[in-house]
């Protein structure tokens, strides 16, 4: 989840570096809130918020937002649903208020929506983890809807961009909830939309990729292949980008993957991993792959190599989830195996990391 962004593009917060530095004068210590955002400290943040609230440090309207945002972000990553939804009601039926010319003593000429973009997202988002799905689904729909009036108006090109690429956010996000429910014909034609729209051949190749995935999750194979095929068509457009040969390798693995060659898609995930020794897809597929020809103890080295050589990139749920299947079947004192796995995970993984995801 991204760092709050205001609704006025040219007064983001913590887009970049240069933003966080930009805005310290404007935000009680926003780069340290930046920090352990990035740090995954999201209780470290939780306390910081709390004390800044206790101590009175936050004099500015656009300040109770900017910790409010960090705190329900904070609260969704620890999982607690219930609370980060009681801190958007504080605000969310006055988002629309917070604007800079409501309080000219305080930002002189200075116009638009204080409000952080990322607490529209939330508020759509949030009741999907409390089980109320139509209701994310609704909310989205009316975000995406406030997007597009945004759209229709005249913007400078940085403004635009950035609300573009809110759009993208909010039908990607549309999407996953479609594709969860198998939902395919409305996820085709989501996607389908927004591949037509864009001309950037990276994002094109990217869109176009997820296009095949949901057909391949529906079935149709043969349209996936096809859909395959136009991306390596894109990408030989962008000559020597490692993330897009990667991206044709693991398409064409995946297809191997389903009609069981796994020794194919073995070699396409090595091809990824020769140039990128990061990819943790590739990593993680060409583990399973290696599963499922029984060779565990490779499927393993693969895996716990990854996690030993770049542990802050490697270490996620679903490779721990699959690191701990293999264990399962490797071994039958595998109990004793997950709990040094789970001493080291408890080191060094970030505050949100979902430690039950060891089955110990």
């Not at 009601?89 to 629309?96: A, I, Q, S, T």
């Not at 039958?332 to 709990?339: E, L, P, T």
């Amino acid at each position: 989840m991204s760092v709050p962004y205001s609704d006025d593009p040219n007064t983001n917060v913590g887009d970049n570096t240069d933003s966080v530095i930009m805005y310290n004068d404007l935000c009680y210590d926003l780069s340290s809130l930046q920090e352990l955002a990035c740090r995954g400290a999201w209780r470290s943040i939780l306390d910081k918020v709390t004390q800044a609230r206790a101590r009175s440090l936050l004099s500015k309207p656009h300040e109770h937002l900017i910790y409010l945002s960090y705190n329900a972000i904070a609260l969704t990553k620890l999982r607690r649903f219930s609370e980060a939804v009681a801190e958007l009601e504080l605000v969310e039926k006055g988002l629309d208020i917070y604007r800079y010319e409501t309080y000219p003593h305080h930002y002189p000429n200075r116009h638009g929506s204080m409000a952080p973009f990322v607490l529209r997202w939330l508020h759509a988002e949030l009741p999907s983890r409390l089980g109320k799905r139509q209701e994310t689904l609704d909310r989205f729909y009316v975000l995406l809807q406030f997007i597009k009036e945004k759209l229709l108006k005249e913007l400078p090109d940085s403004s635009r961009k950035v609300w573009e690429k809110r759009e993208r956010l909010v039908i990607n996000s549309l999407i996953s909830h479609h594709l969860s429910f198998k939902e395919f014909g409305v996820c085709l034609v989501l996607i389908k939309d927004l591949i037509t729209r864009e001309s950037a051949p990276v994002a094109r190749a990217i869109l176009t990729s997820k296009l095949g995935y949901i057909q391949m999750q529906f079935g149709d194979l043969e349209g996936a292949k096809g859909t395959f095929g136009v991306i390596e068509g894109i990408v030989k457009e962008i000559k020597g980008d490692v993330e897009m040969l990667n991206l044709v390798n693991r398409n064409n693995a995946l297809v191997f993957m389903v009609e069981k060659d796994y020794a194919s898609a073995v070699r396409e995930y090595q091809e990824c991993i020769d140039r990128d020794n990061s990819d943790v897809v590739a990593i993680n597929n060409k583990a399973l792959c290696l599963m499922y020809m029984r060779d565990l103890s490779d499927s393993i080295k693969v895996m716990e190599s990854a996690l030993e050589r770049i542990p802050m990139i490697a270490l996620n749920e679903t490779i721990v989830v699959n690191l701990c299947s293999m264990y399962e079947l490797a071994y039958v004192n595998h109990s004793d195996v997950k709990k040094t796995l789970g001493t080291w995970i408890a080191r060094v993984a970030p505050d949100d990391f979902d430690t039950s995801c060891t089955r110990i």
